[in-house]
């Protein structure tokens, strides 16, 4: 069998000959029927019947595995895609690097290796819960069309760890497969597990913040996870990593449209100050402070996803060989770090310092650094627009001890550039940081649908391009047919 091509004639399209596993073939029919009764009900809202422009793998060779066509949303072909196998592949990092790659679950690691993909797992429905009533405000059938594809690619992702928890857990991993269907975002009695996954994402700045930052640690997760030293898990995240990209292409250029309409709209009225924030206001497109308010809330959300800045779960996984760092393959050192230190920034003394850690000890920090060098390549670019347009402004990423509630500074208040706050001063100046109440009532003010094709919302730019090369004018969704 080519591994590349995907079979489709089943119920559940896939590349890891479903057919010759009967097993986990009928375990995943069996689930199928709750995963649309969640996507019916959880998934986006209004829009199930429409018809929208979607792209459908229908091989995983990094060539042409997407296929656009129309779909009707639950009629989209969730499947189980997995990245090539290597042969002979050894694991690259912990204690046995070396060794070849696990086909089966290490048995002394089975209760940390489900957890990784459990959590993983979560993280997937719970951003197409936040995002459901985002379909009703959409600013043009382009970004409506983006949205939905991000949520069936999101659903997708579920149904990747979910196969791994069917094939390779038994009994706890198909109750594990039902959990993830009853979780809720938001849900004060069965919330999703991860804090930024059941925050709010109210409007579609938000979406573009998310899909920006959010998406960004699944990147980096996902590319610690694509080491592992199990190999179905790899192989898993790797193909997950291509259909990432798009998204966080949904969230920079979603972000790049924004700052651009603003800046333009500013010029056009010959308005110079960023901050004459009420004349901004008075055409109709969001301000650059607000904007930056956005991505100090987004960002600081999305720190908390990288855990402890120490963590023993984080240098167990590692020692493992379960979860390496952000492209072990690529990084010159022994890959097993028993001895050797990392900086990591701690409160000492009442100021924020780096200290010396294990190096072991200080995974997340370590992949967290690697995100925001990634985050700070976007912002660059955020930047670029607002100065070619002679704006005189630049977005900034705040500080990594502001607003977080895991880890090192969840006790301490800090502003954007990293002083120290008393909990008076905090309380004062809070809404310099972060979005205030009016500032919410402004943007959800501007939400107002725009269904018609070549038609955009008056605070964000068209893209360049069109999804697939279409032409400007393309019907993303067929709305009518719903
Ligand atoms: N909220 O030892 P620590 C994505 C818990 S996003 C709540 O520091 P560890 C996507 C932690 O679970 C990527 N609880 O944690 C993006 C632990 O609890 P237990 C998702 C938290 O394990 C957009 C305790 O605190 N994938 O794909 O080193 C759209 C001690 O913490 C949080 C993954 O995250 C939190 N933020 O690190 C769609 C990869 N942080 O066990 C999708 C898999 C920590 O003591 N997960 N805790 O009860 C992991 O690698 C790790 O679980 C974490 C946490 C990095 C999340």
């Known amino acids: 069998m080519n591994i590349a091509a995907v079979d489709y004639d089943g119920l559940i399209p896939n590349n890891v000959a479903l057919g010759q596993d009967v097993r986990v073939k009928r375990a995943l029919e069996k689930w199928h029927p709750g995963y649309i009764n969640w996507w019916n009900d959880m998934g986006p809202e209004g829009f199930q019947e429409a018809l929208v422009y979607l792209r459908t793998a229908v091989s995983v060779d990094p060539k042409g595995w997407a296929k656009f ?8 072909r969730w499947g189980v895609l997995l990245a090539p196998q290597h042969e002979g592949r050894k694991i690259p990092f912990g204690t046995h690097k070396g060794e070849d790659a696990w086909q089966e ?74 959990a993830l269907l009853q979780r809720r975002s938001g849900d004060p009695d069965t919330p999703r597990m991860l804090g930024a996954f059941n925050e709010k994402t109210p409007d579609w700045l938000s979406f573009f913040m998310f899909t920006y930052f959010t998406d960004r640690d699944g990147k980096m997760q996902l590319e610690a996870l694509a080491q592992s030293g199990f190999d ?45 924030i009420a004349r ?38 590692f020692h493992a060989g379960l979860k390496g760092r952000f492209r072990e393959d690529r990084l010159k050192d022994d890959h097993q770090l028993e001895s050797g230190t990392y900086p990591v920034l701690r409160l000492i003394d009442g100021k924020v310092k780096n200290e010396d850690a294990p190096a072991l000890s200080a995974l997340n920090m370590r992949l967290r650094d690697d ?6 390549i ?36 800090v502003d954007v550039d990293g002083n120290i706050l008393s909990p008076a001063e905090w309380t004062e100046r809070r809404t310099e940081y972060l979005p205030s109440s009016s500032d919410k009532d402004y943007i959800e003010h501007l939400m107002q649908p725009q269904f018609e094709p070549a038609k955009f919302a008056s605070w964000i730019a068209p893209p360049k391009v069109g999804i697939d090369n279409k032409p400007g004018d393309f019907e993303y969704v067929k709305i009518a047919d719903a």
Request: net charge negative; proline share 4%.
């Open 69 to 76: 066509d129309y779909v009707r949303m639950p009629e989209y």
């Open 105 to 178: 679950v290490p048995g002394e690691y089975r209760a940390m290796l489900r957890r990784l993909v459990v959590i993983q797992g979560d993280t997937e429905p719970a951003s197409v819960e936040q995002q459901r009533h985002l379909g009703k405000t959409a600013p043009s059938l382009y970004d409506m069309r983006n949205l939905f594809q991000v949520n069936v690619e999101e659903g997708r992702h579920l149904w990747a760890m979910v196969y791994l928890l069917q094939k390779y857990f038994g009994t706890d991993g198909r109750e594990e497969a039902e």
């Open 232 to 276: 179905p898990l790899s192989r898993t995240c790797r193909f997950m990593l291509t259909e990432e990209a798009h998204h966080m292409f949904v969230g920079e250029t979603g972000v790049t449209r924004v700052v651009q309409r603003t800046c333009e709209a500013m010029k056009q009225a010959g308005i110079d100050d960023p901050y004459d």
């Open 280 to 317: 901004v206001r008075k055409l109709g497109v969001i301000d650059l402070p607000t904007i930056q308010k956005k991505a100090n809330l987004h960002f600081s959300l999305t720190l908390d996803l990288f855990g402890n800045e120490i963590s023993t779960n984080a240098a167990n996984a």
């Open 371 to 376: 995100y925001v060098v990634d985050c700070n």
């Open 378 to 413: 976007g912002v660059g670019r955020w930047n670029k627009v607002i100065a070619d347009l002679g704006i005189p402004f630049e977005i900034k990423l705040p500080h990594v001890a502001f607003h977080r509630h895991i880890g090192e500074f969840s006790r301490t208040n």
